[in-house]
Nanobody, 124 residues
Framework: QVQVVESGGGLVQAGGSLRLSCEASGRAFENYAMGWFRQAPGKEREFVAAINWSGSYTNYADSVKGRFTISRDNAKNTVYLQMNSLKPEDTAVYYC?????????????????WGQGAQVTVFA
């Protein structure tokens, strides 16, 4: 199990970029797949992106494919979400979570609790 803390959220103009960071505490971080999720007001939490333990495999929701990039630095116990070409519909609270593998982390992360999230607001 790891604890996660998201950071890097904020206000950004449509078409701009933002990078989120997720710092994890725990000795087993490099063994886990990591994922990003988001929840917009009045909507369910949805999957955004995932990365396997080594960073050799990634998966993205269709809504962000080609615009967002997930990466990780195991030496720093940190996973990142680079968000480019942001749209107002990307506005949401973004959460980071850990799972035992990529398949699990995309649906039901099982190696971390939900963190407090990072608010991302994109204005036109």
């Amino acid at each position: 199990q790891v604890q996660v803390v998201e950071s890097g959220g904020g206000l950004v103009q449509a078409g701009g970029s933002l990078r989120l960071s997720c710092e994890a505490s725990g000795r087993a971080f490099e063994n886990y797949a990591m994922g990003w999720f988001r929840q917009a007001p009045g909507k369910e939490r949805e999957f955004v992106a995932a990365i396997n333990w080594s960073g050799s495999y990634t998966n993205y929701a269709d809504s962000v494919k080609g615009r967002f990039t997930i990466s990780r630095d195991n030496a720093k116990n940190t996973v990142y979400l680079q968000m480019n070409s942001l749209k107002p519909e990307d506005t949401a609270v973004y959460y980071c979570a850990a799972g035992s593998n990529v398949v699990v982390v995309t649906t039901k992360p099982d190696r971390s609790p939900w963190g407090q999230g990072a608010q991302v607001t994109v204005f036109a």
